[in-house]
């Protein structure tokens, strides 16, 4: 239940649609439960209640607890806005890089995530990149995390061992890319982009 409260919680403080589903899971959780629990109850009836309630009464939940599945379920449920393009690649953008700063990430997964939102940044401004290979870096990532979903509670564990690998594979090829990428700017004499990628 904390994993999923954790959920929600990253979901509301960023901004992601996520309130029909929370109210829709803890009534089925009330269904389900031998006990009443006024927690979950208030979640039930939050239809209309004030975001920061509702963070802060999911934050009583989860305490001091950070759980990296959590912020896993919330990188698949990233993919799969993009995937049926219910969310903007800023807005992705934006949410790796809080989950970057405010979540249990990996060395690999924040590496990767690092510099995701200048790289569209400075695409935007049409600096350097396109925003279209950007947004294909970062689906790619987030598929990595596909089969990490909060009506999957069976399949954490086993998504958990699945992901090491193709994880640390895709960190060596993007360190390698940047590598080659600061390389070549030093071979031509352009520094401006060295401090994004060191």
Known sequence: MILIADVFRISLING?????????WADNELKNSTEQSAWLSELSLS????????????????GYTKPLVSARIVMGNLYRHLEVGSLRIEKVTQV???LARHSPLST???YIISGLDDKLQL???KTFGDVKDVEMEVRQFLQ??????????????????K???????HFDLVRKE??????KQKKSGWKSLWGLWK
């Open 108 to 110: 690999e997964e924040k």
């Open 178 to 183: 940047q590598a080659e990428f600061i390389e």
């Open 47 to 62: 239809e209309s209640r004030n975001v920061n309630d509702l963070i802060t009464l999911l934050d009583q939940k989860v």
């Open 144 to 161: 990595l995390f596909h089969e990490f979903s909060q009506y999957s509670e069976d399949d954490w564990a086993m998504a958990s061992t």
């Open 123 to 125: 695409a935007k401004s």
């Open 16 to 24: 992601l649609p996520c309130r029909e589903d929370m109210i829709l």
């Open 96 to 98: 790796l890089d809080w």
């Open 163 to 169: 992901i090491n690998l193709p994880l640390r594979a």
